[in-house]
């Protein structure tokens, strides 16, 4: 199994009602996408951070291995939501593990 999370941050000039919509639709799309790619096993997308948080969503998903992981990369359903994702934030961390 493959864990890949990834903590954002919304773009700065972005207003709070933007970044709940945005966040929404974040949060449809890529939990949405758990049944249509092969090897993705579960993913949750969270935000509302506390205070002492430095980022403002969080991506956290499982794949069955790493092969699964870098099909989801490349499948268009995963694009299409990622495209959007890229629109709206300016900064990325990403950690991809072993578990």
Request: proline share 3%; hydrophobic share 40%.
């Amino acid at each position: 199994m493959v864990k890949h999370i990834i903590i954002w941050n919304f773009k700065a000039e972005m207003s709070e009602s933007e970044k709940l919509s945005a966040f929404e639709k974040i949060k449809s799309g890529l939990e949405g996408l758990l049944g249509q790619i092969d090897g993705l096993c579960e993913i949750k997308v969270y935000g509302n951070p506390l205070p002492s948080s430095n980022g403002d969503l969080i991506l956290d998903s499982t794949f069955r291995d790493e092969a699964s992981l870098n099909g989801y990369q490349t499948n268009p359903k995963h694009v299409e939501v990622a495209t959007f994702v890229r629109s709206v934030v300016e900064a990325r961390k990403c950690i991809d593990f072993e578990i």
